[in-house]
């Protein structure tokens, strides 16, 4: 006998049909037929047993195949427990660098503080000991430093050193390294790029948020300039190289910059994004996360009530996609950083945190410290805090999502909801969006 799996989420489509999906085994599927919908609306009915021999039909035999339905004997508790218990088995350490907390830039949505400028060669040392340490525990085969800031390139000669090191010790300790990078791209001339190509650093989002006539209005430099024509300019000249990299190219709208985005994505598709390497886009609306601009800027899509898939909908029709949204209904796919055992983040002071919101905001985003080249403590209990994040949610444990975001889709959002006495789980917009967001991954499917 068989049931309805309990991760399963059946939706009307837009256009015609239904689109199943399940977030245990990450499939989505699409159905058009009305004798198929009307079977699916059957499979996927709750408390109901089905006799294989009885329904014996090609859509019945494929739902079993999908895990769709699942044997009625099924305990899915405990598949969801060895999903959340594989999070400690991720074999790539993750670790988030900041080599300077400050900017060359103002954006008027930022949500950092530019406290500390560029990171001592004792830190630097002490987080390569660190890594060592890590890595040492036989747990990992591979490494990978994403550098963060502020403005990474900021403090160039820190990513520079540091990658020295750390490509060094990833060869003593025979793990493979790779490197990414999240830059406003305005120090990314001809020079400074092949170096970073020389630094294995391969991974960047850049962000441009509009045209000149737009982006010229978020991304400032910090006397007040534009940035838009550096910017592009350098993207330009990374087309023209050779190497092997990928860019993710970021843009955030605002309601007026939403209506704007067709001559944007038309720059986008004939000047960028038809090189392989930079098909990669991530349109989103702006946010208030809070920081030195808090409550300043009063322009935020995600206040209002519009699709926070608006604007990567609009990138379809330009042919431009954001390959990263297929993670997000994956098992595991939407848990933050914050709450994997693998992931480390070091401010620019050493200090040893998880949120890259939070930073050293909030006392218990501070789980440790570098204190030098050859000694940090660790705060295991705050640690914890962050690791175990809605592990004991008994509300999530019955949550349809909850292979996807596992209740730790952002501790810090959970924390501050009991902080506050807030009685709400603290979900993500794509669970809370999950219709758009199937429909717009089943159009990336077809193309
Ligand atoms: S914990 Fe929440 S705010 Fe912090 S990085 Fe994760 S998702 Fe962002
Ligand atoms: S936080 Fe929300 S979406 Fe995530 S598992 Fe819990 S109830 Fe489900």
Not at 161 to 184: A, F, G, R
Not at 219 to 230: D, H, Q, V, Y
Request: glycine fraction near 6%; aromatic fraction near 12%.
């Amino acid at each position: 006998m068989y049931k309805a799996s309990q991760f399963n989420f059946l939706t009307k489509k837009n256009s015609e049909g239904v689109l199943i999906y399940n977030s245990l085994e990450g499939n989505l599927v699409h159905l058009e037929n009305e004798y198929e919908i009307n079977l699916a609306k059957k499979y996927n009915k709750k408390n109901r047993l089905f006799d294989q021999e009885i329904e014996n039909n090609d859509v019945f035999n494929f739902f079993i195949e999908s895990g769709f339905l699942v044997e009625s004997e099924k305990n899915e508790a405990i598949e969801l427990e060895r999903l959340i218990q594989k999070r400690e088995e991720d074999p790539t350490l993750f670790i988030t660098i900041m080599p300077t907390e400050d900017c060359n830039f103002r954006c008027v949505y930022c949500f950092e503080h530019f406290k500390r400028g560029s990171m001592e060669v004792e830190i630097q040392d002490g987080i390569v000991n660190f890594i060592k340490k890590m890595l040492s525990k036989g747990l990992y085969t591979s490494l990978h430093i994403n550098w963060f800031g502020g403005e990474p390139l900021h403090a160039f000669e820190v990513v520079e050193l540091l990658s020295i090191k750390l490509i060094k010790l990833s060869q003593e300790m025979d793990v493979d390294y790779s490197s990414s990078i999240t830059t406003n791209g305005y120090y990314l001339n001809k020079e400074n790029f092949k170096k970073l190509i020389d630094l294995n650093i391969t991974y960047y989002t850049i962000t441009l948020d509009g045209l000149a006539e737009d982006h010229d209005k978020t991304r400032i430099l910090a006397n007040g300039c534009g940035t838009f024509n550096e910017i592009s300019e350098n993207l330009k000249n990374m087309t023209k190289t050779n190497y092997e990299f990928f860019v993710q190219i970021r843009n955030n709208y605002t309601l007026d910059s939403l209506n704007k985005l067709d001559g944007f994505l038309e720059y986008l598709k004939n000047n960028i994004c038809k090189d392989y390497r930079f098909e990669n886009v991530d349109i989103r609306p702006i946010f208030d996360n809070g920081g030195y601009n808090a409550g300043n800027f009063d322009d935020c899509v995600s206040s209002k009530k519009i699709s926070k898939y608006k604007g990567l909908e609009k990138a379809h029709e330009y042919g431009l996609h954001n390959l990263s949204l297929k993670n997000y209904i994956r098992p595991g796919g939407i848990v933050c950083n914050a709450s994997k055992p693998n992931y480390w983040l070091f401010g620019a002071d050493g200090k040893i945190m998880r949120c890259n919101v939070e930073l050293d905001t909030e006392e218990r985003n501070i789980v440790g410290q570098i204190k030098d080249a050859n000694n940090y403590v660790i705060d295991f209990t705050k640690l914890s805090l962050w690791i175990d994040a809605g592990k004991k949610d008994k509300v999530c444990k019955s949550c349809f999502f909850a292979p996807s975001c596992q209740g730790a889709y952002c501790a810090s959002l959970r924390f501050n909801n009991e902080r506050l006495n807030i009685n709400k789980q603290p979900c993500p917009e794509e669970k809370k969006a999950l219709s758009d967001l199937l429909e717009i991954l089943f159009k990336e499917m077809m193309n």
